[in-house]
């Protein structure tokens, strides 16, 4: 399988039983080293994860459902040659070391523990939706969009820069003579002509619209400036009249008060007095004995005493 999806092959499709990603590349390397024609592991898994591009990923839950639970890309890592050769400019033997080691640590990194591939989700299915992760590597790009035709290409790269911001590449074209078409360069900064006079008196006329609403909103936006100010000062005209009629009220109500109090307290005596005459002669002399001793009520019955001997004096029978 492995050696069909190298050569001879657009593409190659097979199904497998591993839970995890890393699970499904340690297993094929093994199968690969069981029959014989690798002995060397790393080299194994090399030659794996160059043909695993995509592994899509299905689930049964307990519930008996089968979904796409998620979609993996693997990534190569590229061996890269990250030795250099900065020792020679070094000028003191310390700095000479240094460099030196700087590369032996590359060295054992590449050889102990070197990293073959990296695999990361593009699509994964999460609270019952499936939801876009991480782009598809650029290199998957370009390879998805040379097996697709026109239509499908143009579709393609709008599902990328809708959902990953990634840009169509450029897309060359050729003549007959199979040739590149080139692009001819756009001037800058150039009005253009066609349709020149016709977007000017557009944009002209415009602007006279805009002027007349502009002129008409400020015009009745000042009418309607006068308005608030003339009822902002009838409200204020109003609320002085209710203050002043509130105050004039309030004088008369005290007014009132003052005179329905003093009535109370001449007429106190009064009632005193007329309560002890309507009572019994016994029951008066000691009623009269203790109402006397306050001063209000003995000089009222002095004044009663001397109002009848003025009356006696007129001449009055009934004194």
């Known amino acids: 399988m492995i050696q069909a999806a190298q050569v001879a092959s657009k593409f190659t499709l ?20 069981r029959t014989g024609v690798f002995n060397n592991e790393r080299t194994a898994e090399e030659q794996v994860v160059q043909v ?8 049964k839950d307990f519930r008996g459902r089968r979904y796409i639970e998620r979609v993996t890309e693997c990534i190569p890592v590229e061996d890269k040659n990250e030795y250099t050769y900065d020792h020679r400019n070094e000028k003191t033997l310390e700095g000479k ?7 032996a640590t590359v060295y054992f990194s590449k050889s102990t523990n070197r990293e073959l591939y990296h695999y990361r989700n593009v699509l994964e299915f999460i609270d019952d939706k499936l939801v876009l992760s991480n782009p598809i590597s650029e290199k998957n790009i370009k390879e998805m969009r040379l097996n697709m035709n026109n239509e499908d ?22 003549d007959e003579e199979g040739n590149e078409i080139k692009a001819k360069p756009q001037p800058q900064n150039v009005k253009p002509q066609i349709g020149e006079d016709f977007s000017n008196d557009f944009v002209k006329s415009l602007n006279i619209e805009a002027g007349e609403i502009v002129s008409g909103v400020g015009s009745k936006s000042e009418d309607s400036k006068k308005e608030a100010k003339e009822v902002e000062k009838q ?23 003052a005179e329905e ?15 002890i005459l309507s009572k019994p ?5 000691s009623a009269m004995k ?23 004096d007129d001449g009055s029978e009934d004194e």
Do not use: C
């Open 14 to 33: 097979f199904t497998h039983h591993a839970k995890t990603f890393p699970d499904l590349v340690t297993a094929l390397r093994n199968s690969m080293l």
């Open 52 to 59: 695993l591009n995509f592994d899509i990923h299905l689930v």
């Open 97 to 103: 070391f240094d460099k030196f080691f700087d590369n």
């Open 153 to 174: 290409q143009i579709a393609f790269d709008n599902f990328l820069e809708r959902n990953w911001g990634i840009k169509p590449p450029k897309v060359v074209q050729y």
């Open 235 to 257: 409200q204020k005209l109003a609320e002085k009249e209710a203050k002043l009629e509130a105050k004039m009220m309030a004088k008369e109500l005290d007014k009132a008060i």
């Open 261 to 275: 109090e003093k009535a109370n307290e001449t007429s106190k005596p009064r009632r005193i007095i007329r309560s």
């Open 281 to 285: 002669a016994g029951n008066a002399d």
């Open 290 to 312: 203790k109402n006397t001793e306050e001063p209000e009520i003995r000089n009222e019955l002095l004044n009663g005493l001397f109002d009848n001997e003025d009356n006696s």
